[in-house]
């Protein structure tokens, strides 16, 4: 494999595009759907241990 | 100090989402994945190990549930072009460096698994071991996914003209040397 400077500096240039774009979908806000799914685990997860607690 | 690891999940949500959304290319599906997991791991958190890389952990689960998936309709899903493109939002670049759209179409391009490969590696800073851990095959493996994933990038950028990555790469270390702070 005819490992070059060039080679490196496609991966560089590769892999600083790819953070980019990676960051971007990092930074977008996480989807209210996810934060009321887990919410809803956590209190089915109570009401198979204990009683009571919030209706739904 | 809560000693339940589901209680760390919620950290794990925008890694997981770019993770699911670098593979699926599709925000519903990519959503979708994210909840399935999230559901998977709710109910199987006793198989995950405290201590352990949870986002490793979790990451194996959405893969896992994608080619499952991806089995089960006998075809890569593939309406790529659309939403991975579009939907997130474009940044002015200046001269040179490479346009985002440009990169985003090329990167749709990649198999699944060099997406993967490049995306825990590349992108999320995994080393060659957890990627291969996370998506079950050798390290060279990982690593041959990862060389073909950047040639492959290469060739569809066009950066084996001397021009197109002299002017790219210009651009890219004023990226790396002046906006970012030297933490490392």
Same mark, same amino acid.
């Given at each position: 494999? %005819?490992?070059?400077?060039?080679?490196? =500096?496609?991966? +560089?240039?590769?892999?600083?595009?790819? &953070?980019?774009?990676?960051? *971007?979908?990092?930074?977008?806000?996480?989807? @209210?759907?996810?934060?009321?799914?887990?919410?809803?685990? =956590? !209190?089915? @997860?109570? *009401?198979?241990?204990?009683?009571?607690?919030?209706?739904? | 100090? !809560?000693?339940?690891?589901?209680?760390?999940?919620?950290?794990?949500?925008?890694?997981?989402?770019?993770? #699911?959304?670098?593979?699926?290319?599709?925000?519903?599906?990519? *959503?979708?994945?994210?909840?399935?997991?999230?559901? =998977?791991?709710?109910?199987?958190?006793?198989? /995950?190990?405290?201590?352990?890389?949870?986002?490793?952990?979790?990451?194996?689960?959405?893969?896992?549930?994608?080619?499952?998936?991806?089995?089960?309709?006998?075809?890569?899903?593939?309406?790529?072009? %659309?939403?991975?493109? +579009? !939907?997130?939002?474009? =940044?002015?670049?200046?001269?040179?460096?490479?346009?985002?759209?440009?990169?985003?179409?090329? /990167?749709?391009?990649?198999? @699944?698994?060099?997406?993967?490969?490049?995306?825990?590696?590349?992108?999320?800073?995994?080393?060659?071991?957890?990627? #291969?851990?996370?998506?079950?095959?050798?390290?060279?493996?990982?690593?041959?996914?990862?060389?073909?994933?950047?040639? &492959?990038? %290469?060739?569809?950028?066009?950066?084996? *003209?001397?021009?197109?990555?002299?002017?790219?790469?210009?651009?890219?270390?004023?990226?790396?040397?002046?906006?970012?702070?030297?933490?490392?």
């Amino acid at each position: 494999m %005819g490992h070059t400077r060039r080679n490196d =500096k496609e991966a +560089e240039v590769i892999d600083e595009n790819l &953070r980019r774009v990676y960051q *971007d979908m990092l930074d977008e806000k996480v989807p @209210d759907r996810f934060l009321d799914l887990i919410a809803q685990l =956590k !209190s089915q @997860d109570d *009401d198979g241990s204990a009683t009571g607690g919030d209706a739904k | 100090m !809560s000693d339940d690891p589901r209680d760390e999940l919620v950290e794990h949500l925008p890694a997981l989402r770019a993770f #699911a959304l670098s593979l699926t290319r599709n925000g519903a599906v990519a *959503d979708d994945m994210v909840q399935d997991t999230l559901v =998977k791991a709710w109910s199987n958190i006793s198989s /995950f190990e405290p201590g352990t890389n949870m986002r490793a952990w979790l990451f194996t689960i959405l893969r896992n549930t994608y080619y499952s998936n991806r089995r089960k309709a006998g075809r890569e899903v593939s309406d790529a072009e %659309g939403v991975f493109t +579009e !939907s997130l939002s474009e =940044k002015p670049a200046h001269d040179g460096r490479l346009q985002m759209a440009d990169f985003r179409r090329a /990167f749709v391009q990649l198999t @699944d698994e060099q997406r993967e490969a490049l995306i825990l590696v590349g992108a999320q800073g995994f080393s060659y071991e957890d990627a #291969a851990e996370t998506c079950g095959v050798a390290v060279g493996t990982i690593k041959s996914r990862v060389n073909r994933a950047r040639a &492959r990038l %290469g060739e569809l950028l066009k950066l084996d *003209d001397d021009d197109n990555l002299e002017m790219t790469d210009q651009a890219t270390m004023a990226v790396v040397t002046g906006a970012r702070p030297a933490a490392r």
